[in-house]
């Protein structure tokens, strides 16, 4: 057995790579993931609408199918994946559990487990798509040709970026959602009304790593299953994702503890219905949703990722995951200076003057407490991306190349679920979604480079994607960047 613990009767995800490690008993796990997905797509009616809860097509199109619209009154629950927002997580975490529990159904097994991709850890390798959904061998069912070819290759495949990877931005963030408008980041997204499924504050961890990571499967170059929210879940890459999402959700609470989660009885009353092992509908509430052990399952390990050093640049700067370094607590954040209108379709420079240079802001804090610097990225719209992933920097020296300069890097703004958010029949009108960074550690560095009188701050945006920097970026645009001192 590999899959239930003998300790807590909890059956175990098992991280993917050292289920391959264990050779013939831990490819079982994916050898049966394989059988289950061979009999869901059995029960998909060869043309038409799907109709049975249990078959693949329609798991797929609970989170989107192309030509559905988005609405969370359907019937069917299609299309109704919660984004950007701070339903992202409780969501997700109900479609993997009511998704591993048909496969369990299909398999007569109710100790499988849904694996995860970890790509959080150090080595090059933990980034690269596991082999069994690289292996293109006929009838594969691991396997689709829907991603970007690098990612895919069988013998060399390219591994996603560490930057991408890395969850570390978002787990050192103590605070699970702010209201939408709140110019600071939370880890887990914006506080809005559960009305529509697409809103259009996206928490830190919804953007690094699940955005990122479904781009850079996807790729855009056609945009392959992963990259939009009609296609993904038909890429079986996508539940290892998920369940690696939700674990980093695990590796949070372990850090900053329950009560850091939200007390809103608008968030833990939000009731959301799946369909069960046997088809039929199942209901539970966030507050049921909140200990993994309540839903039978636990992860292989909820430790930390391994800190990527940031480089280069003074030690103190690496993120090492902070037990002993909390945030401080911020007043609210304020405006110090904005850009509007700024188009991604090629490396784009634009300059902010600050209302305060960062040394008035320091001389006023020293009373207080030290600054936090926020970077806001409003509004970005575009239905026609060239790419998975927009870098951002912070005076990027002009004709530099940005990959020299990590150390100036305020994020990246993930592709995946801006043509969502831009669509003009969209709630909102299309308006786009908003991402906001943490550059407290680049305004730093900044800082104590005595070349920069402050007065300006340079933001360049960078077109990327798997392999670095890339020339054209599409329609993408955003509405507006700004920056706060809090
Ligand atoms: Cu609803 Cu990773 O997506």
Redesign the pocket.
């Given at each position: 057995m590999t899959n239930g613990s003998p300790d807590t009767g909890l059956r175990i995800r098992r991280d993917v790579q050292s289920l391959i490690a264990e050779g013939d008993a831990g490819l079982q796990v994916l050898d049966d993931y394989g059988a289950a997905i061979i009999a869901m797509k059995e029960l998909d009616s060869a043309a038409g609408p799907p109709r049975n809860p249990r078959s693949w097509r329609f798991q797929a199109a609970i989170?989107g199918l192309t030509g559905l619209r988005p609405s969370i009154d359907h019937p069917q629950h299609w299309a109704s994946?919660?984004?950007n927002s701070w339903f992202?997580l409780p969501w997700?975490r109900m479609y993997l559990y009511c998704f591993e529990r048909i496969v369990q159904s299909h398999l007569g097994d109710d100790s499988w487990a849904l694996p995860y991709w970890d790509y959080t850890k150090a080595s090059a390798s933990s980034r690269i798509l596991p082999a069994p959904f690289r292996t293109p061998a006929t009838g594969n069912p691991l396997h689709v040709a829907e991603r970007d070819l690098r990612i895919n290759h069988e013998s060399a495949p390219e591994p996603l970026d560490a930057e991408e990877a890395d969850a570390m931005p978002a787990l050192r963030i103590d605070t699970f959602a702010l209201p939408a408008q709140n110019a600071a980041s939370s880890f887990g997204g914006g506080v809005v009304e559960d009305v529509v499924p697409t809103a259009r504050a996206r928490g830190s961890v919804e953007l690094q790593p699940?955005?990122l990571v479904?781009g850079a499967v996807g790729g855009e170059d056609p945009p392959g299953f992963m990259s939009r929210?009609e296609t993904?879940a038909l890429d079986p890459i996508?539940w290892l994702?998920?369940s690696n999402?939700d674990r980093l959700w695990d590796v949070w609470l372990r850090r900053w503890g329950v009560d850091a989660l939200p007390d809103a009885t608008a968030w833990l009353d939000t009731e959301y219905e799946f369909f069960d092992a046997d088809g039929n509908r199942t209901k539970r509430t966030i507050r049921a949703l909140l200990d993994s052990a309540e839903l039978g399952y636990a992860y292989e390990s909820t430790d930390p990722p391994r800190p990527i050093p940031v480089q280069p640049g003074p030690e103190g700067l690496a993120l090492a995951f902070p037990e002993e370094e909390a945030l401080v607590p911020m007043a609210d954040p304020e405006l110090v200076g904005a850009t509007e209108d700024v188009p991604f379709a090629e490396r784009v420079e634009v300059g902010i003057e600050l209302a305060r240079p960062p040394e008035a802001v320091l001389a006023a804090a020293a009373i207080t407490e030290p600054t936090r610097w926020f970077l806001r990225v409003e509004d970005v719209v575009g239905e026609h991306p060239a790419v998975s992933r927009y870098d951002v920097y912070l005076n990027l020296p002009a004709g530099h190349r940005a990959a020299d300069h990590p150390e100036l890097r305020a994020g990246s703004i993930a592709t995946?679920g801006i043509p969502e958010a831009s669509q003009p029949q969209a709630e909102h009108g299309g308006l786009g979604l908003t991402d906001v960074f943490e550059v407290t550690d680049v305004m730093a560095a900044l800082r104590d480079d005595f070349s920069w009188d402050g007065s300006t701050l340079h933001v360049t945006v960078v077109p990327a994607g798997v392999g670095g920097e890339a020339e054209r970026g599409g329609d993408v645009r955003a509405g507006r960047i700004s920056i706060y001192a809090g």
């Open positions: 989170h994946c919660r984004h992202f997700h699940h955005g479904h929210f993904a996508f994702h998920h999402i995946f």
